[in-house]
């Protein structure tokens, strides 16, 4: 059994950042890719990021330059780190997790069987 928890969501005004954590309950991290998703009201979930497990990223290109995905082994967590926000990215954000070891990264909803249940972030004009 898989288990994700999001923290560090919030209220933030445009051009500030926030950091995202997603603690697994995971027996062997090392084996998880970890992707962040995102979604708006009325809009389908999109990705946003993926951390391989030999810490390979990838990102969305609404989001490169911006925000960077991180984990910690050790704590069996991965973080994104969201610079210079926008109005754009309020959502609510998912952590997922899908154990694989090749290196390419998952970018499709559907390449992931966990989910965390979300965050909010709001960025306010």
């Known amino acids: 059994q898989v288990q994700l928890v999001e923290s560090g969501g919030g209220l933030v005004q445009a051009g500030g950042s926030l950091r995202l954590s997603c603690a697994a309950s995971?027996?062997?991290?090392?084996?998880?890719?970890m992707g962040w998703f995102r979604q708006a009201p009325g809009k389908e979930r999109e990705f946003v990021a993926t951390?391989?497990?030999?810490?390979?990223?990838c990102y969305a290109d609404s989001v490169k330059g911006r925000f960077t995905a991180s984990r910690d082994n050790t704590k069996k967590t991965v973080y994104l780190q969201m610079n210079s926000l926008k109005p754009e990215d309020t959502a609510v954000y998912y952590c997922?997790?899908?154990?694989?070891?090749?290196?390419?990264?998952?970018?499709?909803?559907?390449?992931?069987?966990?989910w965390g249940q979300g965050t909010q972030v709001t960025v306010s004009s």
């Open positions: 997922a997790a899908e154990w694989r070891l090749q290196p390419t990264c998952l970018v499709a909803r559907n390449e992931y069987d966990y």
């Open positions: 951390i391989t497990t030999g810490s390979n990223t």
């Open positions: 995971v027996r062997t991290f090392t084996g998880y890719h």
